[in-house]
């Protein structure tokens, strides 16, 4: 084997911590990359949410071009003939696995050759399932010929299901799939995946959302908010002992439900009274009335019993709702 048990069982422990979210995905990506002896290394989720829709995009890029990477998340991942033999197998794909010449691909003309790439290896993550493939793969590359080692190939085997993990970081059961992942202690914000840029909330209303989660009374909540482009996102947050995960992702449009409707909406599910919810938002009782009338018809619900049924169903809650309730 390339290197020690010790090894790929202290990388087994930093693939799962990146998939919960407590590392960086980043961290234990390089580690195999620097290792096992290869240039680049990426990460690709098929139909990924990072990418905000179906298409393959790179969850990590260590070392890749752009205009390489660019050809593994279209090209290469769609048609490319050493890819769909690495999918039908299942397990990793060297070179010298490929019982065909690559060098009559397209991909060898476009992206090995000019690139000096002598060796790579195409890592599945998961099973294929019917019309969609795997949930992503492992791409990695070397200008050294030499091909990595049959037990390396299936360390890394064995380990395809926890890397998936890393595509999208602190998922569980029912969670929708995350544009952007943040752990936020008490003074850093770090991305575990997606990018910064793409968090619809300022540093502001993150740290309200971080004080609604520590001061809730389960280790999870979550919420709608709708950006400043009139998009609509899910949030949710996870308490961990000595930080909160956050994950974000796009949700469908709420119909015509108002702002101030879902801050009602969030607190009515709390079995707040008309009047307590007119002093936490500054607004009339009259107008918190209006606000659950108009919510009852625009959402189908004869009564305010039926409309928190829902609200607690579909999460229809807000950051206002969650730091009236945490006041």
Request: net charge neutral.
């Amino acid at each position: 084997m390339a290197t020690d048990v010790q090894w790929w069982v202290r990388l087994a422990g930093e693939i799962r911590a990146a998939g919960r979210g407590d590392l960086p995905v980043e961290v234990p990506l390089r580690a195999v990359r620097d290792r096992l002896g290869f240039d680049c290394v990426a990460l690709i989720a098929c139909g990924s949410p990072h990418a905000g829709g179906s298409t393959p995009a790179a969850v990590v890029n260590l070392g890749y071009s752009a205009e390489t990477l660019a050809y593994i998340t279209t090209t290469y991942s769609r048609t490319c003939p050493v890819h769909r033999l690495a999918l039908r197998r299942g397990t990793p794909l060297r070179f010298v696995d490929v019982p065909f010449d690559y060098r009559e691909s397209r991909t060898y003309r476009d992206v090995l050759a000019p690139n000096d790439f002598h060796e790579g290896l195409t890592l599945p993550l998961g099973q294929p399932t019917a019309g969609k493939g795997v949930p992503g793969f492992v791409a990695m590359s070397s200008t050294r010929a030499t091909p990595l080692d049959d037990e390396s190939c299936l360390a890394l085997t064995m380990l395809a299901h926890d890397l998936a993990g890393l595509l999208d970081p602190g998922a569980e059961g029912d969670d929708d799939a995350a544009e952007v992942v943040l752990h936020i202690t008490r003074d850093l914000v770090e991305v575990r995946a997606g990018d910064l840029g793409r968090v619809p909330l300022t540093r502001a209303e993150l740290r309200l959302a971080v004080r609604s989660a520590v001061g809730g009374t389960g280790d999870r909540i979550g919420f709608h908010h709708r950006a400043a482009d009139g998009t609509w996102w899910r949030v949710r947050t996870v308490r961990r002992p000595d930080a909160v995960l956050v994950r974000i992702g796009r949700a469908p449009a709420l119909g015509p439900l108002t702002g101030r409707e879902l801050d009602v909406i969030g607190l009515v599910a709390r079995g707040w009274p008309n009047e307590r919810i007119s002093r936490a938002l500054g607004i009339a009782v009259r107008t918190v009335r209006s606000h659950i009338e108009s919510s009852l018809i625009k959402l189908g619900c004869p009564n305010r019993t039926a409309l928190a049924r829902i609200a607690f169903e579909y999460e229809l809650d807000t950051l206002g709702a969650l730091c009236a309730a945490h006041r």
